[in-house]
């Protein structure tokens, strides 16, 4: 197994657009996007027993991701989308998929313990059965935790799950509009009080094409702007954020610097079509050089 510079925890769900059908979920486009830039990634999900769903292993693969994908007798997740006219995608996610049924064993335990950065979001921890497994996974790992908000319709029990995350996490990431509620949920007015009621060391806020925040313990809050791109789709332009950032820390980049290259790297990747796309793969200079 070795040593991991990343693992993700969570969905693996199709994209499903008019014509066609994207691998996709949050964790998963994440580890994508980090193994892209040249970390050691892993990925912990769940996906159906159908013969088509082979191909998800494949896949992940091909994009340098060591998956460790539990077979189940749920179907794998689907996400149904539509963008509107600011090419903002909403989702429509069917309930009860495997990876809500994310089951604890030995091989997972050892893995988180031997990872750098642990990333996991809300959506996976909607079901009972794989937020008890991600709750006991966090009680074990000593890597630095990232916490991607991600919220979606459908989450019933939404509040408490980030009221229990924020507990556990690193590194926090979300978009203005999470933030609002996140801040409500943990019983603040500013980050500030954020950072005095929890473990936090930092917190990223994007602010769509406007750019991005991060804020830092003790710390005057910085904001990166984003440069203009013809935009395509920002499918997945969060989970690139939350990579780039990732990918900042571990090569131990300043606050700013790691900002910056986020909110670059998220803005290339909304001149593609989907979240992970083959082109971008082809045509991106966005690969950096090792400091």
């Given at each position: ?20 059908e ?7 486009n994440?580890?994508?996007?980090a ?8 990925l ?40 509107d ?47 008890n497994t ?5 009680a ?84 990166v ?14 989970d ?24 670059e ?5 909304a ?21």
């Open positions: 197994m070795g040593h991991f510079d990343l693992v993700c925890f969570g969905e693996v769900l199709y994209d499903v657009y008019e014509t066609r994207v691998l996709a979920g949050a964790p998963l994440t580890a994508s996007f193994s892209f830039l040249g970390l050691k990634t892993g912990i999900s769940a996906i159906g027993n159908k013969k088509s769903d082979e191909k998800i292993e494949q896949e992940l693969t091909n994009r340098n991701v060591e998956s460790f994908l539990q077979r189940n007798n749920y179907s794998t997740g689907k996400a149904r989308i539509e963008l006219e600011n090419k903002v995608p909403r989702f429509s996610i069917e309930e009860d998929s495997a990876y809500d049924h994310i089951r604890k064993t030995e091989t997972l335990v050892k893995l988180v313990e031997n990872t750098d950065f642990f990333y996991f979001g809300t959506l996976c921890q909607r079901n009972e059965e794989s937020r991600l709750s006991e996974l966090l074990v790992t000593e890597s630095e935790t990232v916490y991607d908000v991600n919220l979606r319709r459908g989450i019933s029990s939404w509040e408490s799950i980030v009221k229990n995350s924020l507990n556990h996490t690193s590194i926090l990431k979300m978009n203005v509009e999470e933030s609002v509620k996140v801040k409500e949920i943990a019983g603040c007015r500013n980050m500030k009080q954020m950072f005095d009621k929890t473990n936090l060391g930092q917190i990223f806020v994007t602010l769509g094409e406007k750019g991005a925040y991060l804020y830092q313990r003790d710390e005057n809050p910085l904001f702007g984003a440069p203009k791109v013809d935009v395509v789709d920002t499918t997945g332009c969060g690139a954020f939350t990579a780039a950032l990732i990918y900042g820390f571990h090569e131990r980049w300043s606050g700013k610097r790691i900002l910056e290259f986020a909110v790297f998220a803005s290339e990747v001149r593609y079509e989907g979240a992970f796309d083959h082109e971008f793969l082809v045509e991106s200079e966005m690969k950096p050089v090792k400091a």
